[in-house]
C-alpha cells in the first residue's frame, strides 16, 4: 500500500473489528486485556515510515529509502511474531510476511499496478515512495493490485498481504471482546457477615462469641 495511509487501511479494520465485537455481544473491557508484546518496536518501525515517507524526507532520503523501509518493515514483522498467542496475529503475520517479500524481492519497493492507480486516478510517484510501477514485478500477485473504491475515504491500493493484516487486527479486537468476563462481587448472607461470625465488640474491645 503506498505511503503511511497503510495506517488508515488498518484503521478500517479497527472499526470493523469494533462493530462486529459489540455486535456479537462483545465489550470493549476486553480490550484492556491484551497483553501485547514489544509494542514500542513495533510503534517504532511504524513512526519511521510515517517520517519517511513525508514529502520533506522522501525527497531528500535517496539510497536510503528502501533500506530503511525493508528495516522497519522487518521490526515490524518481528514484534508481531512476539505476539503469536494471541488469536488473530497468525494472519497479521502471515500479511505482514507476504508484504515483506514483495518488498525486498523488488529491491525494497513495494510494485503498485498501473491499472489500480488509474483506478484511484493518480500517477506514479515522483519522489521516493515504498511504492513503484514495475514493468515486470517479482511475486506480482503479492504486490499492490487493487483498488478501493474512490468513494471510500482515503482509498488507496492494497495487496493480499494488506487484507490478511486487516482481516487479522479485526479478528484479535472481536474476540478480545469477546473473551471480556466482569469481575463478579459476592454478596454475603446477613449470617456470614463478619459481625455475625465474630458477634459484638463489648466496651473494652474484646469480642463476644456466638455459642
Do not use: K
Not at 45 to 56: I, R
Not at 110 to 122: D, E, F, K, Q
Not at 163 to 192: F, K, Q, Y
Request: glycine share 10%; proline share 7%.
Amino acid at each position: 500500500m503506498t505511503d503511511h495511509l497503510v495506517a488508515m487501511f488498518l484503521l478500517y479494520a479497527v472499526i470493523a473489528g469494533l462493530v462486529v465485537g459489540l455486535a456479537l455481544g462483545g465489550r470493549l473491557g476486553g480490550l484492556a486485556e491484551l497483553r501485547f508484546r514489544w509494542s514500542g518496536v513495533m510503534l517504532a518501525g511504524l513512526l519511521v515510515q510515517v517520517v519517511l515517507f513525508t514529502d520533506f524526507v522522501a525527497q531528500r532520503v535517496g539510497g536510503l529509502g528502501p533500506p530503511i523501509y525493508v528495516v522497519s518493515t522487518a521490526a515490524v514483522l518481528v514484534a508481531v511474531l512476539r505476539n503469536l498467542a494471541i488469536p488473530g496475529m497468525p494472519l497479521v503475520v502471515a500479511g505482514a510476511v507476504s508484504n515483506l517479500a514483495a518488498i525486498v524481492a523488488n529491491g525494497g519497493f513495494m510494485p503498485v499496478s498501473s491499472g489500480a492507480l488509474a483506478a484511484l486516478g493518480r500517477s506514479p510517484a515522483t519522489i521516493y515512495s515504498n511504492s513503484a510501477v514495475v514493468a515486470d514485478p517479482a511475486l506480482w500477485p503479492l504486490t499492490d493490485i487493487f483498488a478501493l473504491p474512490r468513494f471510500i475515504p482515503f482509498a488507496n491500493v492494497f495487496s493480499v498481504g494488506d487484507v490478511l493484516l486487516a482481516v487479522g487486527v479485526a479478528a484479535a479486537i472481536v474476540v478480545a471482546m469477546r473473551s471480556w468476563t466482569p469481575t463478579a462481587t459476592v454478596d454475603l448472607p446477613s449470617s456470614l457477615a463478619p459481625e455475625a461470625l465474630m458477634g459484638p465488640v463489648r466496651a473494652d474491645n474484646s469480642v463476644e462469641r456466638p455459642v
